[in-house]
């Protein structure tokens, strides 16, 4: 018989709570532990070893990815299959490395037999695991526990919001260690080359601003008429405006400023533009990263953004209504 709409969501519903239950529970449980934890990552990057991550099971998928996000942070990971290691694959860890063994029980035993193994090659061990008094836990060097009150699972066997839990405290360490480092969105994007993140963090304020004909400029003598012809004449919803003989910004007119201008009087037109233009309007370098010009958006509610060069000159135009389709946004 199939299931009702709301029995559905129910059950749905309960299943999250459940593992919001062993989130919350975790963040609560954080102690000197942790920290002791992070610092023992902090030493090993400094001294130029890695972090080895290694489980089985549902664990072991939890290793990869963790691997995989200290990777994309520039801190050299690897995960070690905790069963191939006794056959062979241990050949890739070094002295001075730091090895996360994970295992919810803290009692898996081929994740416990690598203790000793692991210990014997110089290197310090973490149990991660949300049983504290397991043979994992009371061997290790250090330990970084999560903790679940239950299962999402109505049997308690589906590992669900245990592997949440381990996933979230795992990512948790890395941010702290990418915040402690310093890392930049210029730091990450060498690591993130390829695909659509790659080519966001990469991808430079000259690589989509408007040039050339797109970019109206004229010198703020010019009259309000003028400033107009040319910002129609490059389909732009603003006009640069520079001192005729430096070349350096002075300021921009915009379609609202355009328009208060209409108030002041018949003569409008001919008046200076200079009269009506916004002094010392917000820029950027044609050299910073496209995301940043995104976050000058998103703080000014602004529409158009000029874009200078090294000396205060404008080489460039980004318009608001471009950003979605580079999607930058």
């Given at each position: 018989?199939?299931?009702?709409?709301?029995?559905?969501?129910?059950?749905?519903?309960?299943?999250?709570?459940?593992?919001?239950?062993?989130?919350?529970?975790?963040?609560?449980?954080?102690?000197?532990?942790?920290?002791?934890?992070?610092?023992?990552?902090?030493?090993?990057?400094?001294?130029?070893?890695?972090?080895?991550?290694?489980?089985?099971?549902?664990?072991?998928?939890?290793?990869?990815?963790?691997?995989?996000?200290?990777?994309?942070?520039?801190?050299?990971?690897?995960?070690?299959?905790?069963?191939?290691?006794?056959?062979?694959?241990?050949?890739?860890?070094?002295?001075?490395?730091?090895?996360?063994?994970?295992?919810?029980?803290?009692?898996?035993?081929?994740?416990?037999?690598?203790v000793p193994v692991l210990r014997r090659f110089g290197v310090r061990l973490v149990a991660f695991t949300s049983a504290p008094d397991s043979d994992l836990a009371r061997t290790a060097d250090l330990r970084l526990?999560?903790?679940?009150?239950?299962?999402?699972?109505?049997?308690?066997?589906?590992?669900?919001?245990?592997?949440?839990?381990?996933?979230?405290?795992?990512?948790?360490?890395?941010?702290?260690?990418?915040?402690?480092?310093?890392?930049?969105?210029?730091?990450?994007?060498?690591?993130?080359?390829?695909?659509?993140?790659?080519?966001?963090?990469?991808?430079?304020?000259?690589?989509?601003?408007?040039?050339?004909?797109?970019?109206?400029?004229?010198?703020?003598?010019?009259?309000?008429?003028?400033?107009?012809?040319?910002?129609?004449?490059?389909?732009?919803?603003?006009?640069?405006?520079?001192?005729?003989?430096?070349?350096?910004?002075?300021?921009?007119?915009?379609?609202?400023?355009?328009?208060?201008?209409?108030?002041?009087?018949?003569?409008?037109?001919?008046?200076?533009?200079?009269?009506?233009?916004?002094?010392?309007?917000?820029?950027?370098?044609?050299?910073?990263?496209?995301?940043?010009?995104?976050?000058?958006?998103?703080?000014?509610?602004?529409?158009?953004?000029?874009?200078?060069?090294?000396?205060?000159?404008?080489?460039?135009?980004?318009?608001?209504?471009?950003?979605?389709?580079?999607?930058?946004?």
């Amino acid at each position: 018989m199939a299931l009702a709409v709301r029995t559905i969501l129910a059950r749905a519903r309960a299943c999250i709570k459940i593992e919001q239950a062993a989130l919350a529970a975790t963040a609560r449980s954080l102690g000197a532990e942790f920290a002791t934890v992070a610092r023992a990552v902090e030493t090993a990057v400094a001294a130029d070893a890695k972090l080895i991550f290694t489980g089985v099971g549902k664990s072991a998928h939890i290793a990869q990815k963790l691997a995989g996000t200290f990777n994309s942070t520039g801190v050299s990971s690897c995960f070690l299959d905790a069963t191939q290691a006794l056959h062979g694959d241990l050949g890739l860890v070094d002295e001075g490395d730091l090895a996360f063994l994970l295992s919810n029980s803290g009692q898996t035993d081929e994740v416990v037999r690598l203790v000793p193994v692991l210990r014997r090659f110089g290197v310090r061990l973490v149990a991660f695991t949300s049983a504290p008094d397991s043979d994992l836990a009371r061997t290790a060097d250090l330990r970084l526990l999560y903790r679940v009150p239950a299962e999402a699972c109505p049997l308690q066997l589906a590992p669900t919001a245990s592997t949440t839990a381990a996933l979230a405290l795992g990512d948790a360490l890395a941010m702290v260690l990418l915040e402690a480092r310093g890392l930049t969105r210029e730091d990450f994007a060498r690591f993130h080359p390829a695909g659509n993140l790659g080519r966001v963090l990469l991808l430079r304020v000259r690589d989509i601003m408007r040039s050339g004909d797109r970019l109206p400029v004229a010198a703020d003598t010019v009259t309000v008429q003028d400033a107009i012809f040319a910002m129609t004449g490059a389909r732009s919803g603003s006009i640069a405006l520079v001192n005729r003989k430096s070349g350096r910004l002075t300021g921009i007119l915009t379609d609202g400023d355009f328009r208060r201008s209409a108030l002041t009087g018949p003569d409008f037109l001919q008046q200076p533009v200079a009269k009506f233009m916004t002094r010392a309007p917000k820029t950027i370098r044609d050299d910073a990263l496209g995301v940043d010009a995104l976050r000058m958006f998103e703080a000014h509610k602004i529409d158009d953004l000029i874009v200078l060069n090294a000396q205060g000159r404008p080489v460039g135009l980004v318009d608001a209504q471009d950003l979605p389709k580079l999607k930058l946004v």
